[in-house]
């Protein structure tokens, strides 16, 4: 309430100039009916006052109350009272959130059951579910840094890369945080909406504590980091029942770094501890979304939304019953406990009949698309592109596919693509995907989902007659069989680019979800470590 009333004020003060008018005009009104000052001068007062007739009792709604009334909230509505921010034009309600999970070894620790990497990712499973519908992304982190999922709403999509993170999948040991800080960064510098990043660790090196203070007095993304294990430790397992051991064979412990967590909640992180109940969730969920409000409200480039068009009904109402003469409020009261008493579907009905009174079907389908409720939306939706996204939301994609097809659009493509993956067709999804491109070349979220479900593609078979590459060939280089004038059979060779052989040889992998990371992972670190 404190917020609200420190933020309140009109974007146009010079309007309320019209309320000490409408003051006066009343004080006017009211001097010219007051019959004892028209006749005191004509009448004298003791016979006067037995000549004037009194009014009833009871006070009523004149017409001049109205009139006065209705200028007031016009100078009210007309001085535009303002008290939060405008977002963007269909901007996220939600605010983007980068989880980032440390894969280190210590992450085997099994003080927390069955070990504290297990219980990490059980607590990402429960804050998908709590973030249904705001887009996440998850990094993984040791002694390098990968991206798994880019920010996406797809749950299943998230899921099934969560499920198959493991310490033995990252190609490099140790722990870099700087390293996925920066990755992280890069990711978000692209984000018109402010996020946060979660740090699921047991501890950040010392080294990592320029970069996170660096990171967090930027102000435009908060830190968050959610500790996972016990100060009392535990030994790290390698497998099955065996643990990592010292060179005199005593197992060694892993403790969580309670002193380096100290440190970060001093640099400006938010820090907290992974806990047996929603309450770290719940804790996350406040610290996002306050962030983005707080981010929001500061943020001088937004507009302040000017709130005076609530005032525009009631001053319409005033309007339409002035003309009235002598009317009072008596039938409006009755007309008002009709309705309250009419049965839910005359509601409903009224309901609508008012919304298209005021509003195009596209805004009425913006407003229940806004309230959750995607198949009413996508009844009102005139715009095929709005239609289709909220048929997407109900998970009716093959309708909103036939709906997206009326455009030839980037946006219209890559929407395709979206609906062509969730319907499992992967290559016509990857046309999609490739025509959105061809307008929008740089369109980040278009080449990362290009590139996903590319690698969902199951690879073709391979033929009996297909030849085993010659043991003399160099990697990348492609040999083929020809003839030449004389009949003679030659070679030729085609020295292929690295990139399109990665890309061919990731596309072709028929393996589990742990096994493609960690080959992707393993090209990552080899990449990463050129000059």
């Known amino acids: 309430m404190t917020a609200w009333m420190n933020s309140f004020h009109f974007l146009r003060p010079l309007w309320l100039l019209i309320i000490p008018f409408a003051l006066l005009i009343y004080f006017l009104h009211s001097f010219r009916e007051d019959i004892r000052a028209r006749w005191k001068r004509v009448i004298a007062p003791e016979l006067l006052e037995h000549l004037i007739v009194k009014r009833a009792g009871r006070w009523t709604i004149r017409p001049i109350h109205m009139v006065c009334l ?30 980032a999970l440390d894969l280190s070894q210590t992450m085997d ?48 999509l998230f899921a099934m890369y969560l499920d198959a993170l493991s310490t033995a999948l990252m190609p490099k040991p140790g722990k870099d945080t700087s390293q996925v800080l920066a990755a992280i960064q890069d990711l978000l510098h692209q984000e018109e909406v402010p996020g946060s990043v979660l740090f699921i660790t047991d501890g950040v090196e010392p080294s990592a504590q320029q970069a996170l203070q660096k990171f967090i007095q930027a102000g435009k993304d ?16 390698v497998a099955g029942n065996r643990f ?39 804790w996350i969920q406040r610290r996002v979304q306050n962030h983005l409000k707080a981010t929001e409200e500061n943020d001088a480039q937004m507009r302040w939304m000017d709130e005076g068009y609530w005032l525009v009904l009631p ?21 008002v406990a009709l309705l309250l008493l009419s049965p839910q579907p005359l509601l409903v009905d009224a309901h609508h009949w008012f919304l298209d009174l ?63 993956a969730h319907l ?32 969902l ?60 990371l960690r080959r992707r992972f393993a090209i990552q670190a080899v990449e990463a470590g050129k000059p």
């Open 457 to 516: 593609i199951p690879p073709p078979k391979k033929s009996d007659a297909q030849q085993e590459e010659a043991p003399n060939q160099e990697p990348g280089e492609t040999q083929l069989e020809d003839k030449d004038d004389s009949g003679k059979k030659g070679t030729q060779r085609f020295q292929m680019n690295s990139e399109k052989m990665v890309d061919i040889w990731m596309r072709n992998i028929q393996t589990s979800p742990a096994e493609f």
């Open 315 to 335: 001053i319409c109402l005033l309007a339409a019953l002035w003309f009235r003469k002598g009317w009072t409020v008596q039938w409006s009261r009755g007309a």
């Open 244 to 282: 990592f051991e010292d060179a005199a064979g005593r197992r060694i412990f892993a403790k969580l770094d309670v002193d380096s967590l100290k440190s970060l909640s001093n640099l400006g992180a938010s820090v907290s501890t992974l806990t047996v109940d929603d309450s770290d969730i719940r």
């Open 222 to 237: 908060s830190v968050l980091v959610l500790g996972v294990g016990t100060s009392q430790g535990a030994p790290i397992r």
């Open 424 to 455: 499992h067709r992967y290559p016509d999804a990857v046309h999609a995907y490739e025509q959105a491109l061809q307008t929008k070349p740089d369109w980040q979220d278009a080449q990362d989902n290009l590139k996903l479900v590319r690698s």
């Open 70 to 99: 209705a200028l007031v909230l016009s100078s009210l509505a007309l001085a535009g009272p303002a008290w939060r921010r405008e977002k963007p034009p269909f901007a996220e309600d939600k605010a983007p959130l980068v989880i």
């Open 109 to 156: 620790a099994i003080d927390l059951d069955p070990t504290r990497l297990e219980r990490a990712k059980l607590k990402v499973r429960d804050l998908l579910a709590a973030r249904s519908g705001a887009r996440t992304a998850l990094f993984v982190y040791a002694g390098s840094s990968h991206l798994v999922v880019p920010l996406t709403t797809d749950d299943k």
């Open 358 to 420: 005021w509003l195009t079907p596209d805004q009425q389908g913006r407003y229940y698309f806004q309230k959750g409720e995607y198949k009413v939306a996508a009844e009102r939706f005139q715009n095929s592109m709005w239609k289709g996204i909220a048929l997407c939301r109900t998970g009716d994609y093959a309708a909103a596919l036939d709906h997206f097809a009326n455009a030839d659009s980037a946006e219209a493509w890559y929407n395709q693509g979206n609906a062509l």
